[in-house]
């Protein structure tokens, strides 16, 4: 099968010059790995940026290294698919911040350690500057979109209001301009969960036996509800009860295992994603998120920022994402109204909550398609 | 007149036909999306729209078009003043919340509006009133009473009425029958559908 996986092995840019951070720092030896998909045509003009969300990675279309899983976007990107590889020049970098080889907390600092909290504090901004440096050393000057969902829908909306030049089409799926109030919430649990961990040792633990595990994975466990609907999470696991590990059907163990279904899958998937996760790398990555606000980045004239764009806008919500509602994507449709910015919106239905733009949804695919073609 | 404005629906194709290339246009309540991409591709037109239904929406992007899912009776307020050429309102006013209101918004976010709508005051619907005393189902109006969602009736004299009040110029104004454009002449009772171009 003709597959966007030949070419999974990630590539790597290491940055000349420091790297200018938000926080006033400058960020030495910066490395971003990434991993491209098609191939970029003559006029440089076909190439679609790929921005991931929290815990994701530049595996976008091609097997994960550590999980061995398809991309986490293998749905929608590749040959024949809504983001068409055989068209389009597909890039998708790991953040700065991250853990996937671009450089973050658990990357070498010059003194050869980790760098752990002594990792500067970077912002959604910031990861965007590191992305127009990769775009440079590619030779792209225009992209034909930028397409986020979640916190790749923030990266997305920051080129946007920061290089406006950059971007011909903005597609903001399931994201937000500001990070509400209820997100900063649920990211503070989970990054209390990490530091409470006795393991995570003021997260210098890159010398120890094991990291702060347990953390991570309640931080993994809190964050994976808010990507769920109540709807899916009754319909997926119900009250239905887990097999014993002795294979016998499951009951009440009157003791604290894991006796729902529920229960289980949170514990399973907690636990698998500290296999590729860094603790530090979340605290960083949701503490980026929490301070993003393009509104009163742009003096709270967002409606300027947009204004000095040519791009085309999508915005897409879904009805059953309660950690991203509607109504922020509907406010920042209005802002890019007010900046006469062509922009279109449409609330999609789907069952999954914040994960459907993850999952199968067919109107998706449509709308995507559809905005890539205009 | 080229193909694609013919296959119109009659007062869409009406309208189109008066919008200039190269304007800048807001449709509301633009359905599948079918004028807008008639404007776009037969004048270059930047077409913006506004429409309630999803899958509606979903459409309009598919065909590469500008589209917003919002309601029409709050979702105007976050429009400019001055936005665009011409606000278009086909077919939707009777179903606004507020028709009058909705008059105020289209010239404030337009500087010329042309609103579409059926007459309730059709020869077939009086007779369907006055001699049946049924509330009329026609072609026009092809909803029972119950489940229409055709809320504020009006008549050709109601709009004319409205526009007097608010001090609305009429630019422009055609009547349809049968799909046709026909004379001014008893349009209030000869007429099904009317569009109008009004201006502040």
Redesign the interface.
Same mark, same amino acid.
């Given at each position: 099968m003709a597959s966007a996986a030949s070419n999974a092995a990630s590539e790597v840019l290491e940055l000349a010059d420091p790297l200018p951070l938000d926080g006033g720092q400058r960020l030495d030896g910066v490395r971003i790995a990434y991993n491209t998909y098609g191939t970029l045509n003559d006029a440089r003009d076909n190439a679609i940026l790929v921005a991931h969300a929290t815990t994701g990675d530049q595996y976008v279309a091609s097997q994960h290294p550590i999980t061995g899983k398809p991309g986490w976007w293998d749905r929608m990107v590749g040959p024949g698919k809504p983001i068409d590889t055989d068209r389009f020049f597909v890039i998708c970098p790991n953040v700065i911040g991250g853990c996937m080889g671009s450089t973050g907390p658990s990357s070498m600092a010059s003194d050869g350690k980790p760098y752990a909290m002594r990792f500067p504090v970077i912002t959604i901004r910031d990861m965007v500057r590191a992305h127009v440096i990769l775009l440079e050393s590619l030779g792209i000057e225009t992209l034909h979109a930028v397409i986020g969902g979640s916190m790749g829908g923030m990266q997305a909306l920051s080129l946007a209001a920061n290089w406006p030049h950059i971007p011909r089409r903005v597609l903001a799926i399931a994201s937000t301009a500001t990070m509400a109030a209820q997100n900063i919430a649920f990211q503070e649990v989970g990054r209390q969960a990490i530091m409470a961990d006795p393991a995570w040792a003021g997260g210098n633990y890159y010398d120890n036996d094991t990291g702060p595990d347990s953390g991570l994975a309640v931080a993994r466990m809190a964050a994976h509800i808010t990507y769920l609907s109540e709807e899916s999470l009754t319909s997926k696991f119900g009250r239905r009860l887990q097999d014993r590990p002795d294979g016998k059907p499951g009951a009440k163990s009157f003791g604290f295992d894991a006796d729902f279904q529920i229960e289980s899958y949170l514990r399973h998937q907690g636990l698998s994603f500290t296999t590729r996760f860094d603790a530090n790398s979340y605290l960083y990555i949701t503490r980026a998120m929490s301070y993003f606000d393009l509104d009163e980045e742009h003096g709270g004239k967002l409606a300027d920022a947009f204004a000095r764009t040519q791009a %085309?806008f +999508?915005v897409i919500s879904f009805d059953t994402d309660w950690l991203y509602p509607t109504e922020q994507s %509907?406010k920042l $449709?209005?802002v890019l109204? !007010?900046a006469?910015a062509?922009?279109?919106? $449409? &609330?999609?239905?789907a069952p999954f909550g914040h994960d459907s733009f993850l999952l199968d949804v067919p !109107?998706l695919d449509?709308?995507v398609? @559809?905005?890539l073609?205009? | 007149m080229n193909a694609t404005l013919t296959r119109l629906r009659p007062d869409l194709a009406v309208i189109a036909r008066q919008i200039p290339a190269g304007s800048r246009v807001l449709d509301i309540g633009c359905g599948d999306g079918e004028l807008m991409a008639a404007l776009r591709d037969e004048s270059q037109v930047?077409a %913006?729209g506004l429409e309630i239904d !999803?899958?509606n929406? &979903?459409l +309009?992007?598919?065909? @590469?078009?500008?589209?917003?899912? @919002?309601d029409a009776n709050v979702?105007l307020a976050?429009?400019?003043d001055d !936005?665009f050429d011409y606000a278009i309102l086909s077919q939707t006013l009777q179903t606004t919340q507020r028709p009058d209101l909705m008059l105020d918004e289209l010239l404030r976010i337009g500087r010329q509006a042309f609103v579409s709508f059926p007459n309730f005051a059709h020869w077939r619907v009086r007779v369907a009133l006055a001699w049946r005393g049924r509330m009329p189902v026609t072609r026009q109006l092809a909803y029972s009473w119950y489940d229409t969602p055709n809320i504020h009736h009006l008549t050709i004299a109601d709009f004319h009425a409205l526009l007097d009040q608010k001090g609305v110029k009429v630019q422009r104004q055609w009547f349809l029958s049968g799909g046709q454009v026909i004379g001014a002449a008893g349009a209030n009772w000869r007429a099904q559908n009317a569009v109008f171009q009004i201006s502040r």
């Open positions: %085309r +999508c %509907r $449709v209005h109204n !007010a006469n062509p922009v279109s919106f $449409v &609330e999609l239905s !109107a449509r709308v398609t @559809g905005f073609n205009q | 930047d %913006r !999803a899958q929406v &979903e +309009c992007v598919s065909r @590469g078009l500008s589209v917003i899912q @919002g979702d976050f429009y400019p !936005a």
